[in-house]
């Protein structure tokens, strides 16, 4: 499975960005999560959902401000980032657990997914 993120860029604080996670094929795919990394800082969890149930979950610093979801159709994530901070900014990477895969790991783990996408850039200025 592959996965391709994009929609990252340059945005103001107070405003909006949506990020896409296109996958090659969800026939496998357990979940998606969304991590991001800023210079200097490990890779931290964001959000994920399962791709059959479309639970999702997310880190308490985005709770309210993002909303993840799934589009079956296009095979595709998506990660709506609303009142975007500066500390928001950051390489923002997607990631999938494989039914076959790493189910059993806790999702907030970048050791829970099995493939990753090349990340996207976010820059949030104050």
């Known amino acids: 499975v592959q996965l391709q993120a994009s929609g990252g860029g340059l945005v103001q604080a107070g405003g909006s960005l949506r990020l896409s996670c296109a996958a090659s094929?969800?026939?496998?795919?357990?979940?998606v999560g969304w991590f991001r990394q800023a210079p200097g800082k490990e890779r931290e969890f964001v959000a994920a959902?399962?791709?059959?149930?479309?639970?999702?979950y997310y880190a308490d610093s985005v709770t309210g401000r993002f909303t993840i979801s799934r589009d079956n159709a296009k095979n595709t994530v998506y990660l709506q980032m609303d009142s975007l901070k500066p500390e928001d900014t950051a390489v923002y990477y997607c990631?999938?657990?494989?039914?076959?895969?790493?189910?059993?790991?806790?999702?907030?783990?970048?050791?829970?997914?099995?493939?990753w996408g090349r990340g996207t850039q976010v820059t949030v200025s104050s």
């Open positions: 990631a999938g657990t494989l039914i076959r895969g790493r189910v059993s790991y806790p999702y907030t783990l970048p050791g829970a997914y099995d493939n």
């Open positions: 094929e969800t026939s496998s795919i357990y979940r």
């Open positions: 959902i399962t791709w059959y149930g479309g639970r999702p």
